[in-house]
């Protein structure tokens, strides 16, 4: 099994002034102790589960970019953009640009995005949900043919490109891996089959029955449900002193004998650096392995 460590809260000790550096602290941190890949929400408000819209966010790509220069092997990506904040050979040329100066170490993760108030309150296009899945398809689409040869138009119900060049072309080939964020059963899963390298699904009890609906998506699309990453999203919480160290643990095991490959997450007091020592010497090594293995001898 292998760690993505997620960061959607940039309300720390010190404020604006450190949030600089205690950032690059983590990142830092994160690659010593072995995660495997670094995310940031693609919000330009705080939301609700973690404080009120008035706290600290910072842009996302601007944020990758810069760690993309503080760090040297973790993979950097969203979780997840949202398609309809910027259109997609716009959005090719950021992931693009982010794999080129990090040195192949971009990943994209998209979805159909949510967040109506910070849309509406920065005047964001924000359309039905509908429009923004038919939208997200489009996305994927185009961004697949802007990372591919061929730079020929691309006509969409939504977007109209009259040429998909992109040039530079990213490091990573055949390309950089695409990651579809959510569980809907009908969309957002069928996506997943037919275009992404990797899922990110919420650590649920629904989980199981959100892998074989993925896997019943595959099975019609004549995809191969063990190509795909299986990526579960979830938040760490060792205790102050690692008193839930082993009990998490074991949660990761009966996640690996699901299948799971990523357990990718938010550590709870990440800021205080201790929690990454304790993913360091305890957490990782004891799931080093775990994963991909028993998902392929389990199918």
């Not at 993505?4 to 550096?21: D, Q, Y």
């Not at 950032?23 to 939301?47: F, K, P, T």
């Not at 009259?162 to 569980?183: D, E, F, H, K």
């Not at 650096?273 to 993913?279: D, F, K, T, Y």
Request: with cysteine; proline share 6%.
């Amino acid at each position: 099994m292998r760690f993505g460590l997620h960061l959607p809260n940039f309300t720390w000790p010190g404020g604006p002034e450190a949030l600089r550096g205690r950032l690059v602290d983590i990142a830092r941190g994160a690659e010593a102790a072995g995660y495997d890949r670094l995310s940031v929400m693609d919000h330009v408000w705080q939301i609700g589960p973690i404080g009120p819209p008035e706290n600290e966010m910072l842009e996302a790509y601007t944020t990758l970019g810069y760690l993309a220069g503080q760090t040297e092997r973790v993979k950097l990506l969203t979780v997840v953009t949202a398609v309809v904040y910027r259109d997609p050979g716009l959005l090719a040329k950021a992931v693009t640009t982010l794999d080129v100066l990090s040195g192949g170490r971009a990943m994209l993760g998209i979805g159909a995005a949510w967040n109506e108030e910070e849309s509406r309150g920065l005047g964001l296009f924000f359309p039905s949900t509908k429009e923004r899945f038919e939208r997200l398809e489009e996305a994927l689409q185009i961004i697949l043919q802007m990372w591919s040869d061929n730079e020929g138009p691309y006509e969409g119900k939504h977007y109209h490109l009259a040429r998909t060049l992109n040039s530079p072309q990213p490091l990573q080939r055949p390309r950089p891996p695409i990651l579809i964020g959510g569980s809907g059963e009908r969309k957002t899963l069928r996506l997943v089959a037919q275009y992404a390298d990797a899922c990110n699904i919420f650590d649920s009890p629904e989980l199981p029955h959100k892998l074989d609906v993925l896997r019943e998506h595959c099975e019609r699309l004549g995809r191969d449900y063990d190509e795909i990453e299986k990526t579960v999203q979830l938040r760490f919480d060792l205790g102050a002193n690692g008193e839930h160290v082993e009990a998490t643990i074991e949660h990761l095991h009966e996640l690996a004998d699901l299948g799971v490959e990523v357990a990718h997450g938010a550590l709870k007091d990440v800021e205080s650096m201790r929690p990454l020592e304790l993913m360091a010497e305890r957490v990782i090594p004891a799931l080093a392995g775990l994963g991909g293995e028993e998902r392929a001898a389990g199918s």
